[in-house]
């Protein structure tokens, strides 16, 4: 009987959830229309500029003094030839060069890089034609998965410029921060030996 009595007191259509919804939709309608009236966009605090050459092209860019150069190319600049592979710079898989050197650029901060020059794997043909090392391993199967490719073939270049590609052993030393997980040993080191002809 208490109950049929509690039903008849409360106003027809009425109930604690319709209220709850109703008080959702007002704030939520509020948050939105906050949101709505200041879409300006605020620039972040803290930011550094910082004003590089990537793939002969001048970028100027505002970035977070913690951001990894292998974020800012993904991330930032749409460049996601450069993998993101272990992110504590031990599998080589993010190697780009910076003026000419190969580093691993989950390990590198992008607010370092003010005037300098940047080439990734997308930097490396020239007018529609890959580069001589792109084609060896392509010749040789250096690749497998080819999910480490791009930062072989960055370190490979190196190797060959460095002068560390003149014997097997040679290459498999310099070449040790590289991992591939398909095991394509033996025709990257194929490959690094054929292109290394061209390259010199």
Same mark, same amino acid.
């Given at each position: 009987m208490a /109950? =049929?009595?509690?039903?008849?007191?409360? *106003?027809?259509? !009425?109930? @604690?959830? %319709? !209220?709850? &919804? #109703? %008080?959702?939709a007002v704030v939520a309608g509020t948050v939105v229309a906050g949101e709505s009236a200041s879409a300006a966009p605020v620039r972040p605090e803290g930011l550094v500029t910082v004003r590089a050459s990537i793939n002969g092209l001048t970028q100027q860019l505002e970035v977070d003094p913690r951001a990894t150069l292998l974020d800012t190319l993904r991330e930032e600049l749409d460049l996601t030839g450069t993998k993101k592979g272990c992110d504590r710079g031990q599998c080589g898989a993010c190697t780009v060069h910076v003026d000419g050197r190969r580093v691993v650029s989950c390990l590198t901060l992008t607010a370092t890089l003010d005037g300098k020059k940047v080439t990734t794997i997308e930097g490396l043909a020239?007018? #529609?034609?890959?580069? *001589?090392? =792109?084609?060896? !391993?392509?010749?040789?199967d250096g690749f497998q998965c080819g999910f480490c490719t791009p930062g072989q073939i960055m370190s490979a270049v190196a190797c060959v410029e460095e002068g560390h590609a003149d014997s097997d052993d040679d290459i498999r030393e310099h070449m /040790? &921060?590289?991992?591939? @997980?398909? /095991?394509?040993?033996p025709g990257i080191r194929a490959a690094i030996t054929d292109a290394r002809k061209e390259m010199r």
């Open positions: /109950s =049929q009595s509690r039903k008849k007191r409360r *106003p027809h259509g !009425f109930s @604690r959830r %319709t !209220f709850i &919804g #109703g %008080t959702g020239r007018d #529609g034609e890959l580069h *001589p090392m =792109q084609k060896a !391993f392509v010749a040789h /040790s &921060g590289n991992i591939c @997980r398909c /095991s394509a040993y």
